[in-house]
């Protein structure tokens, strides 16, 4: 649209209008992002007496000495990463190898397997069946809880094999045979290094998702050594049960209380730091695989 | 001569099945490199997948640790029933229902009005930074996103010293009133993914033809016309297949942050499906398996059909659908 024809009033009216509706829009979204930093950065009085809305008030660090000294938080940081990067890897492999050879016209009895993945997708047993099992396993307050029984997401499967079907020509895979080279060499050699893009979403998307779940931890492990950063979060934000001992030298019960508020705000902005400092450089990823999954697999 | 033809025909036909059969064999064989790859997944998929649907038929039976799945004794359909008609069945139910209807209405226009809004701003700077803002609270954590709910609507929070300037004296506890509860989880959803949902609409409107709005400018159609009859019709199509496709999961009520904002106060009204499966079967003392398996099955059964529907209907108003 490089026409320039002069804006009519209404269209000018329009634009202004337009322009506040997003303005504020993006206010509203930005407001309690910007209330949390700031609390985060102000004195336990502040925070505790409610001043803080918009502006740090009494600037101090306190809420992140705290945190550097409240040891769970660092073990649940180790265990998330741990969590993180096993389970990453694991998912990628995994779904690479289920969505190559579905991608594969010549793959004998596809129709029924790629039935067998999606019906997946539309029923399943329930949360109590599953429960079973993983603890029949014996998986249940072990590592392996949070890796094993969510390898594999469905619908990355259904992406990937898209983008297979959708880059890899078929003339490749019959050159490469002519020339004597079998599947795993074809997928390991050609394959791979044309998926570059698509091994960057799909580990994206199961990289956020394991650092920001919960539940399977809730529900799986007993052991506090073992616990993901999130479900020390919850404990702190949600349940509001915070470990006094770990609260340093303010010996008062005021200040202690103050303390324990002050240490949510900047919780939230450190266990939000890794997604949200990677976001801006690996935004166009997500809305590429948005893109891509909207496409029908 | 007769029987002979037949011996004939009948040597044909176990040909034929031979040669089928062979080329099965030769089939598996040829690509037994990709079975090999694929041996895996499969696996997974089979146990972490198929076996609980197998599992579920605890909930017919009374399930009893030492007895295994299979050896527990069938009593039919004793626990649904049990389940229809408890106190808890309407109300759980209705909020489910009332929890899905309220997303799916009040979350469904905002990310269109995003859209449009946007695709008329003409500074790139600044329609990058309102993507980048308002993309970002969709990668918060959702213990942290009720971290952040709880914060601002704190007795003592931002929310009502706001409020509090426009009159209100009294502080509300928000968190502690059951008539509360679903506006809050809606208003945070939208609030988390308006940003989000967005951008499915305006790769459509990408895709509506220039010269459509060269020519409506041409004769001289404002912004409001063009956006009214060119840019809505163009992301119609879109939109109902959200619309649809949202109706496919609509008991899925994102459960984990419904579970973290529950509390005594607003458990009569945030009491969903799944939080009673998770309550009944897995928190309580007396962990009731079967009857909590009993609860989850029947969610799956409705689910499963909402989804076949909503794709039929997808199919109907011309979409590809799922599959």
Redesign the interface.
């Known amino acids: 649209?490089n026409?320039k024809?002069a804006e009519?009033r209404?269209?000018r009216i329009?634009?202004v209008c337009?322009?506040i509706?997003?303005s504020l829009?993006?206010l509203?979204?930005?407001y309690?992002?910007i209330?949390?930093v700031s609390?985060s950065l102000s004195s336990t009085k502040a925070v505790?007496?409610?001043q803080?809305?918009l502006f740090p008030v009494d600037f101090s660090l306190l809420g992140y000495k705290t945190i550097f000294e409240y040891s769970k938080i660092w073990l649940g940081y180790g265990n998330s990463l741990f969590y993180m990067i096993v389970g990453t890897t694991v998912n990628v492999i995994?779904?690479i190898?289920?969505a190559?050879?579905?991608s594969?016209k010549?793959?004998?009895g596809r129709g029924f397997?790629m039935f067998?993945?999606?019906f997946?997708m539309?029923?399943?047993?329930?949360?109590?069946?599953?429960?079973?099992?993983v603890s029949d396993l014996g998986l249940v307050n072990t590592r392996w809880a949070l890796i094993?029984?969510s390898?594999?997401s469905?619908f990355n499967?259904i992406i990937t094999m898209s983008f297979f079907r959708a880059t890899i020509p078929n003339e490749l895979l019959e050159s490469a045979q002519l020339d004597g080279c079998?599947?795993?060499k074809f997928?390991l050699k050609i394959v791979l290094p044309l998926s570059a893009p698509i091994i960057a979403v799909i580990s994206l998307f199961y990289a956020?998702g394991h650092?920001?779940?919960?539940?399977g931890a809730l529900?799986y492990l007993r052991d506090a050594s073992l616990f993901p950063l999130?479900l020390i979060?919850?404990d702190i934000?949600?349940q509001n049960s915070v470990d006094p001992a770990m609260l340093g030298d303010a010996t008062q019960l005021a200040n202690k209380i103050g303390l324990q508020q002050l240490l949510?705000?900047s919780l939230?902005v450190v266990?939000?730091l890794p997604?949200?400092i990677a976001?801006?450089f690996v935004?166009k990823y997500?809305?590429k695989g948005?893109?891509i999954g909207?496409l029908?697999? | 001569m007769n029987v002979t033809r037949v011996v004939a025909d009948k040597t044909t036909i176990s040909e034929v099945k031979l040669k089928n059969k062979k080329s099965f064999l030769t089939?598996?064989k040829?690509?037994w490199?990709?079975?090999?790859?694929?041996i895996?997944?499969?696996t997974?998929?089979l146990?972490?997948?198929?076996?609980?649907?197998?599992?579920?038929s605890?909930a017919f039976k009374n399930f009893d640790p030492v007895l295994g799945?299979g050896g527990s004794p069938w009593v039919g359909f004793e626990h649904f029933k049990k389940f229809f008609e408890s106190y808890d069945f309407v109300r759980v139910l209705k909020n489910t229902l009332l929890l899905s209807l309220y997303s799916l209405i009040a979350g469904f226009p905002l990310p269109i009005?995003?859209a449009l809004?946007?695709n008329?701003?003409y500074s790139k700077r600044?329609k990058k930074?309102?993507q980048?803002?308002?993309?970002?609270?969709h990668?918060?954590?959702?213990?942290?996103m009720?971290?952040?709910i709880?914060?601002?609507l704190?007795p003592?929070?931002?929310l009502?010293?706001?409020l509090s300037l426009f009159g209100v004296k009294e502080e509300i506890n928000f968190m502690g009133e059951a008539g509360y509860f679903k506006s809050i989880y809606v208003l945070s959803g939208i609030?988390q993914n308006?940003?989000?949902g967005c951008?499915?609409y305006l790769?459509a409107l990408t895709g509506i033809s220039?010269e459509l709005?060269?020519a409506a400018?041409v004769d001289g159609a404002?912004?409001?016309r063009r956006i009214w009859h060119i840019d809505i019709p163009g992301i119609m199509q879109t939109a109902v297949l959200v619309l649809i496709l949202n109706m496919g999961s609509f008991l899925d009520t994102g459960?984990?942050k419904v579970?973290?904002m529950q509390n005594p106060l607003n458990i009569s009204s945030s009491q969903v499906i799944?939080t009673y499966?998770?309550n009944v079967?897995?928190v309580s003392a007396l962990p009731q398996?079967s009857y909590?398996?009993a609860i989850?099955?029947f969610?799956?059964?409705v689910?499963?059909i909402l989804?076949?529907a909503s794709n039929k209907l997808a199919k109907k108003v011309g979409q590809?659908?799922?599959?």
Not at chain 1, 122 to 133: A, K, V
Not at chain 2, 33 to 38: E, R
Not at chain 2, 320 to 323: E, S
């Open positions: 649209m026409i024809i009519t209404g269209d329009f634009t337009n322009y509706f997003l829009l993006v509203s979204v930005l309690p992002l209330y949390v609390a505790a007496s409610g803080v809305w995994l779904t190898l289920a190559y050879p579905l594969r010549d793959f004998y397997f067998l993945f999606v997946t539309m029923f399943n047993g329930g949360l109590i069946p599953t429960y079973l099992l094993i029984p390898a594999l469905v499967v079998n599947d795993f997928l956020v650092w920001n779940s919960y539940f529900i999130q979060l919850r934000l949600v949510k705000y939230i266990s939000s997604v949200l976001y801006p935004q997500f809305v948005v893109m909207s029908k697999g | 089939k598996i040829k690509s490199q990709l079975y090999v790859l694929f895996l997944p499969l997974y998929i146990v972490f997948q198929y076996y609980p649907m197998y599992g579920a605890i799945i009005l995003l809004s946007l008329y701003v600044f930074a309102a980048l803002i308002t993309y970002a609270p990668f918060i954590s959702v213990v942290v009720v971290g952040i709880f914060m601002i704190d003592r929070g931002p009502n010293s706001i609030w308006v940003g989000f951008i499915i790769a220039p709005h060269e400018i404002s912004k409001i459960f984990e579970l973290l799944d499966v998770y079967g897995l398996y909590a398996a989850g099955l969610k799956s059964l689910a499963f989804i076949i590809d659908g799922l599959w």
